[in-house]
């Protein structure tokens, strides 16, 4: 019985190593609640996110994490580390994924966030790619280090301010794409202010590019 004990304890631990090894992911979802109208702002510190507009009354959030081929013991750990928190004061809700270090870079995440469409929305990221897709009122992105890509409703947007301090910001409109300013050449900045919406776009970016849609 020891024997069996000590087999199935060895077998245990090398499943969790090859784990990690080969990229076994950590899935899991949440919903919170949130007033309807408020504001929102959601954090993810590196990875990938998807922000999508939808008429609901809560904010859902898909979270997938992964340790990378080759990886060390500890990325299973920093998996099970990862949490979602969500706090609500006067300025509105805030929705944040933590446990994501931007100095380890062992660990693939990769999430999704459903949110309301009435609620002006910020969305802050470290590094990595962001995506929103639909948003319909005010909309503020940061991010340091990545891509940034938006679809907004054109009829919704009265302006967009796109800035990448080194690299390229692209809109493009129904009357066309908007050329960029380079005023420290390094950079690209775009202002489009033609919408007849009520909808203020900022994409504020430190490095990489910013590519706006209105549709």
Known sequence: MRGLMIVAIAVLLFSGAVGAEEGI?????????IETGSDLEVF???GEMEVETAPVDKVRVEVTASCRP????????RLEAIELESVTGESGTSVS????SKRYSNMDVDAKFTVPETSALSVRMYAGEVRV?????????????GDVTVRQPLEKTRSVLADANIGDAEVFAS???TDPSRPFLVGSRVFWEDGEGEADVAVNLGAGSV?????
């Open 25 to 33: 992911p950590r899935s899991f979802s949440r919903e919170f609640p």
């Open 44 to 46: 993810l510190k590196v």
């Open 70 to 77: 080759q990886s060390d013991a500890k990325c299973s750990k």
């Open 97 to 100: 994924i933590r446990g994501v």
């Open 133 to 145: 897709e639909g948003a319909g009122q005010d909309l503020d992105v940061r991010l340091k280090f």
């Open 175 to 177: 009357s066309g794409q």
């Open 211 to 215: 590519t706006v849609h209105l549709d």
